[in-house]
């Protein structure tokens, strides 16, 4: 009788706590990182890959400029190619850079900076062109 009780038990919490690791919402942050399919370089004005998100498929070696509306306003990346991605603070891949790695989700640039740019500011709402490698 004890044993009964004790698997009901058991299995009570055990439905209790797949519910919650599976709840639909706390999985909006990785539904939202698969968004942005390989092969593809994705930035999105908020972090967490929230507000209008802007994607495009890299050519290697050419800067681009980013258009006036996506000037300064990039808060986290989704780099789903195999490149490696240059961003500068400036529009003709000019002035402070860093790099944005080959598959890698950066979800929060206020978090980001690289080199000598630590020491004024983050990579948040900076980006205003970019090359891939
Ligand atoms: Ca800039």
């Known amino acids: ?71 300064n306003v990039i808060s986290s990346i989704q780099n789903g190619t195999s490149h490696d991605i240059k961003i500068y603070d400036g529009a003709t891949c000019n002035n402070a850079t860093g790099t944005i790695f080959a598959s890698t989700i950066y979800p929060d640039l206020r978090q980001y900076c690289t080199d000598s740019f630590c020491l004024t500011g983050t990579w948040n709402d900076r980006i205003s062109s970019w090359k891939a490698l």
């Open 1 to 71: 009788m004890k044993n009964t009780l004790t698997k009901i038990l058991f299995s009570f919490f055990l439905v209790l706590t797949v519910g919650l690791i599976f709840v639909p919402g706390n999985l909006s942050n990785k539904a939202d990182a698969a968004s942005c399919s390989t092969g593809l370089l994705c930035f999105y004005q908020d972090i967490n890959y929230g507000g209008n998100g802007y994607v495009t498929v890299p050519t290697v070696g050419v800067c681009n400029t980013l258009p006036s509306s996506w000037n």
